[in-house]
T-cell receptor, first 112, second 115 residues
Framework: GNSVTQMEGPVTLSEEAFLTINCTYT??????LFWYVQYPGEGLQLLLK?????DKGSNKGFEATYRKETTSFHLEKGSVQVSDSAVYFC???????????FGQGTRLTINP | GAGVSQTPSNKVTEKGKYVELRCDPI?????LYWYRQSLGQGPEFLIY????????DSGLPNDRFFAVRPEGSVSTLKIQRTERGDSAVYLC?????????????FGSGTRLTVV
């Protein structure tokens, strides 16, 4: 079945550092890939998405590229801010199913 | 409404009791989903509605769990004979259609604690 594996956390960085959170997936067919973010005390929010190979999703300075050859969708940001502290979830939707399959989440803390 | 609304936000119940969790999706969204998120884990799929019908209920863990969406809008997740292992945050999400490229809008969840 479909599955998502995320880089284990927690991850702690200083402000303005470069961020990478790794995500790899296993899926049949051509899934759509997503990153969701959960800020403290808030619900899950869609951060970015990509629906086909080589697509790059981007939002709020974050980027992720759909790499079919490596079955990856790593999240990157060039210069993180304290306000980026949250839990990040990689997810996929595919194989004809409508449900999202989530990774276990990566807690990110940015120190000033 | 402007977002997906879930009530109650918190529910504490005794083992063995029956609970109902309500989800009010974004107006016009035909697809509605229930997920369960245990502490430190990603959300796990429970059930998906397209309109009034359950199009995929493969994630419901056992027959104690049941969900309805009688008029194609509000949905209720029902848990019978609750167990301590049912304690989790139950998330509802909706989307305009069920198509694969769209993201969902999630509600803030109902935190269920079974004591």
């Amino acid at each position: 079945g479909n599955s998502v594996t995320q880089m284990e956390g927690p991850v702690t960085l200083s402000e303005e550092a470069f961020l990478t959170i790794n995500c790899t997936y296993t899926a049949t067919g051509y899934p759509s890939l997503f990153w969701y973010v959960q800020y403290p005390g808030e619900g899950l929010q869609l951060l970015l998405k990509a629906t086909k190979a080589d697509d790059k999703g981007s939002n709020k300075g974050f980027e992720a590229t759909y790499r079919k050859e490596t079955t990856s969708f790593h999240l990157e940001k060039g210069s993180v801010q304290v306000s980026d502290s949250a839990v990040y979830f990689c997810a996929l939707r595919g194989g004809g199913a409508q449900k999202l399959v989530f990774g276990q989440g990566t807690r990110l803390t940015i120190n000033p | 409404g402007a977002g997906v609304s879930q009530t109650p936000s918190n529910k504490v119940t005794e083992k063995g009791k029956y609970v109902e969790l309500r989800c009010d999706p974004i107006s016009g969204h035909t697809a509605l989903y229930w997920y369960r998120q245990s502490l430190g884990q990603g959300p796990e799929f429970l059930i998906y509605f397209q309109g009034t019908g359950a199009a995929d209920d493969s994630g419901l863990p056992n027959d104690r769990f049941f969900a309805v969406r009688p008029e194609g809008s509000v949905s209720t997740l029902k848990i019978q004979r609750t167990e301590r292992g049912d304690s989790a945050v139950y998330l509802c999400a909706s989307s305009l259609t069920g198509t694969g490229g769209a993201g969902y809008t999630f509600g803030s969840g109902t935190r269920l604690t079974v004591v």
